[in-house]
């Protein structure tokens, strides 16, 4: 947990006042949108169980994700649906929707943190490669970001039964590509992304 921490108190050291982790979810999946959240975490803060939220267990991403809210000095959320990725690319989506998620933060980050490779934000950024395992502000916003995606898939399942999206979450399981094949696209499917390319779109 202090080697999670580590990076955000170098910056901070270095004049640093308030360092946002952003993280993304649903990067690679057919429907549904990407979604990132921005976390800024109290500086010595720390929150057993962080991890990369694809590695934690459903119930505890839930009462993670409840603490790190209760933690946080910030917290936001945004989204860029599936006719914007397919209208500028999963690369400039998930750029999008990190600069919505932090332009609604309270306070203006002097850094931020992400996940990977640098996305050109508009404030000073260093990217970390697994970085949503090793950095506690990038963990936390995967973590906030997964559970609320989740709810997402769970309450497009309901208006589109058809591809199941509670269980499948939009990613291309056998069950989903079955679906695709048998009952077309539905709205919220991105047809820039391969097999939804050469499908027809029902609704």
Aim: hydrophobic share 45%.
């Amino acid at each position: 947990m202090e080697a999670m921490a580590a990076l955000e108190r170098t910056l901070r050291e270095g004049g640093c006042r308030a360092v946002a982790g952003l993280d993304e979810v649903g990067r690679g999946a057919l429907a549904g949108p990407v979604t990132v959240a921005a976390v800024i975490l109290p500086a010595g803060v720390v929150i057993e169980g962080l991890n990369d939220s694809k590695l934690i267990d459903p119930a505890d991403r839930v009462r993670l994700a409840t603490q790190i809210r209760s933690i946080a000095e910030a917290v936001t959320i945004a989204h860029a649906a599936a006719h914007v990725i397919d209208a500028i690319g999963i690369a400039g989506a998930i750029r999008y929707a990190m600069e919505h998620a932090l332009s609604r933060l309270p306070v203006r980050p002097d850094h931020a943190v992400t996940d990977g490779r640098p996305f050109g934000l508009s404030v000073p950024e260093t990217a970390v490669v697994k970085g949503d395992s090793s950095v506690a502000a990038i963990a936390a916003a995967s973590i906030v970001a997964k559970v609320e995606r989740d709810t997402i898939m769970r309450r497009l399942a309901d208006a589109y039964p058809a591809w199941e999206f509670d269980s499948n979450k939009g990613y291309g399981t056998s069950g989903h590509l079955a679906a695709i094949s048998g009952h077309g696209l539905s709205i919220v499917h991105r047809r820039s992304f391969s097999p939804c390319d050469s499908q027809p779109a029902l609704f």
